[in-house]
Each structure stands twice: as C-alpha cells, then as structure tokens.
T-cell receptor, first 115, second 112 residues
C-alpha cells in the first residue's frame, strides 16, 4: 500500500491569490495524478505528473492555471493560480498501485474555499 | 470517450436492507471496472474491482459482476450496516489508457 500525505488539508483563500498544494508519497511512484472534486460532484482528472517531464493536462485544464511540479519520485505540487470562487473544490493527489492498474491510492484531499 | 453512469442518489436505507447501486459504462476496448468508496471524513479508497467479463469483485460483503452484454457493473450488498454509509463511485480504466474515469457518485445513508 501507499501512504499519501497532502498539505494543506483545508484553506480559505482570497480571490486572485494562488495556493500550492503539496503531495508526499511514502514510496517511489512513476505517475501521480491530480483530481478535482467540486461540491456534490464526481472526481475530474486535472493532470498526470511524471517525474522529469511536464505534466499532461486533461481537456479544460491548462498549465497556466494549474502548474504542477514533480521534482522526484515521491513528491508533487499543484498550484491553483489566480483563484476565483469557482475553484472552490477538494483537490486530490493519487498514485497507481503499479502498472496502470486503475487501483489508485488517494490522499485525503485539500479542501479549498475561495471567497 | 469512455465513461460511467451510475444511479443518482441519495439513497437511504434501514439496517439489514438490500442495497443495489446501478452502474453502466461506455468504453472502447476492454476496460477494467472498479467501485471506490469514500466514508465520511476519509479519503477515497478502492472497494472492489473486476478486470474482465463475468469477473465478480467482492469485498466487505459487497459484490459486483462485470457484465459485458449489458455493459454494467452494479454494486450489491445483501444486508447493509450503519457503517456502510458513504459515497460510492463507479469507475473504469480503459485497456488502452491509464486514466481512471469516475461516475458521479451515489450517497448512501443507512439508518439504525
């Protein structure tokens, strides 16, 4: 199993500011995934982060708004830039158990509220 | 693209009742299918999975059978407990992709 720690667990932010979410995994993993879970909705994949290369973003998400870093095999950050109230969501970091199985471990999420 | 559609909630049940949450999928190729669960105040976790047609995934008294003919993966439990109160997500991963696609989630509340 993998243990995933996310920081912050929650935050209240002002419109126009940016916030960086950190994700630490207790083992080395190739791919890390960032999801967004808007209130009352399902999970939407934002991007896939591979170590040593640029993140791959899903349709509707762009690097300028959600820059991602992946400096090593156990750590990643997601920044939510120039926030608006529509960015109020839970942001989740996840990793695959191995081999693109679809069996993901999730962090507990970072709940952002933008005023 | 590949997607899953699951029964809308919320669902409210009494203890020991039978639970079914419907899930159907649309996919090219041969997807693997999953049910994830999110208990109150906890992170999302894998409940069960099935990787090919007619496979049955099971865990914690829950079962789901991969039905290719009906493109379905319905979740069932014969006798629910209060501790089963959670949000349940159906999900799939394509055979030619590594990205997991989630359904909308179904909130289940079990009353004593």
């Amino acid at each position: 199993s993998a243990v995933i720690s996310q920081k912050p667990s929650r935050d209240i932010c002002q419109r126009g500011t940016s916030l960086t979410i950190q994700c630490q995994v207790d083992s080395q993993v190739t791919m890390m995934f960032w999801y967004r879970q808007q209130p009352g909705q399902s999970l939407t994949l934002i991007a896939t982060a591979n170590q040593g290369s640029e993140a791959t973003y899903e349709s509707g998400f762009v690097i300028d708004k959600f820059p991602i870093s992946r400096p090593n095999l156990t750590f990643s950050t997601l920044t939510v830039s120039n926030m608006s109230p529509e960015d109020s969501s839970i942001y989740l970091c996840s990793v695959d158990r191995g081999g693109n199985t679809g069996e993901l471990f999730f962090g507990e999420g970072s709940r952002l509220t933008v005023l | 693209g590949d997607s899953v559609t699951q029964m809308e909630g919320p669902v409210t049940l009494s203890e020991e009742a039978f639970l079914t949450i419907n899930c159907t999928y649309t996919a090219t190729g041969y997807p693997s299918l999953f049910w994830y669960v999110q208990y109150p105040g906890e992170g999302l976790q894998l409940l069960l999975k099935a990787t090919k047609a007619d496979d049955k995934g099971s865990n914690k008294g829950f079962e789901a059978t991969y039905r290719k003919e009906t493109t379905s993966f319905h979740l069932e439990k014969g006798s629910v407990q209060v501790s089963d109160s959670a949000v349940y997500f159906c999900a799939l991963i394509s055979s030619n992709d590594y990205k997991l696609s989630f359904g909308a989630g179904t909130t289940v509340t079990v009353r004593a």
